[in-house]
Nanobody, 122 residues
């Protein structure tokens, strides 16, 4: 089992920044691909970014150039630095872990956190 706990969400004005963290415990963190997803009310869960155990990453087109995913395997933590935030970035942001290689598909992820709310005001 892997437990994932997100933190760092909040209310920010458009153009501002936030840094989300996801702390993992349980199985060997460094062997997992880690992903960030987001879900707005009444909408599907959307892929945001993912990072492999070796540091390779991929992003959705909507956040490319604004968000950066990183990980610290010594601290069992993955981060999402979000810059130039827009009102359409408002959602619950969820951290997830998978045994697979980099993936944008939510159903490929084995473990999920509870999420942290990000609200961007205009």
């Amino acid at each position: 089992q892997v437990q994932l706990v997100e933190s760092g969400g909040g209310l920010v004005q458009a153009g501002g920044s936030l840094r989300l963290s996801c702390a993992a415990s349980g199985r060997t963190f460094s062997s997992f691909t880690m992903g960030w997803f987001r879900q707005a009310p009444g909408k599907e869960r959307d892929f945001v970014a993912a990072i492999s155990w070796s540091g390779g990453s991929t992003y959705s087109d909507s956040v490319k150039g604004r968000f950066t995913i990183s990980r610290d395997n010594a601290k069992n933590t993955v981060y999402l630095q979000m810059n130039s935030l827009r009102p359409e970035d408002t959602a619950v942001y969820l951290c997830a872990a998978t045994y697979r290689r980099l993936s944008e598909v939510p159903t490929f992820y084995n473990y999920w956190g509870q999420g942290t709310q990000v609200t961007v005001s205009s």
